[in-house]
């Protein structure tokens, strides 16, 4: 039977810590960005050119922030992922170590 285990416990372990701190930052960020942060102001991409031909550039600048918000919030989606796939990993290294061969 094929081993699904790809990678060692140090890096599975740094997978996971690094998966926790990206779905915390990412979730946070997304949280600001819906909110409207006027803080991430440079973080959403507009130029001149979008306020200039926008009747109502608020509308136009509040629809990048929420798209800007849903980036975040999918990217740490992917996070969740790839912790889980590291959690997985960790588990098969310790199952691994119990095994006689």
């Known amino acids: 039977m094929p081993s699904l285990l790809f990678c060692g416990?140090?890096?599975a372990a740094c997978g996971i810590?690094?998966?926790?701190?990206?779905?915390i930052m990412l979730g946070m960020l997304g949280i600001?960005?819906?909110a409207k942060s006027a803080v991430l102001i440079e973080d959403v991409p507009f130029t001149e050119?979008?306020?200039r031909n926008d009747k109502n550039p608020p509308l136009n600048i509040y629809n990048l922030y929420s798209q800007v918000g849903i980036?975040?919030?999918i990217a740490a989606a992917v996070y969740?992922?790839?912790?889980?796939?590291?959690?997985?990993?960790?588990?098969?290294?310790?199952?691994q170590e119990y095994m006689v061969t």
């Open 71 to 73: 980036n975040c919030f």
């Open 80 to 95: 969740v992922v790839v912790g889980a796939i590291s959690l997985c990993q960790v588990r098969l290294n310790k199952r």
């Open 32 to 34: 600001f960005f819906s």
């Open 49 to 51: 050119e979008d306020i």
């Open 9 to 11: 416990p140090k890096m």
């Open 17 to 23: 810590v690094i998966s926790i701190w990206g779905v």
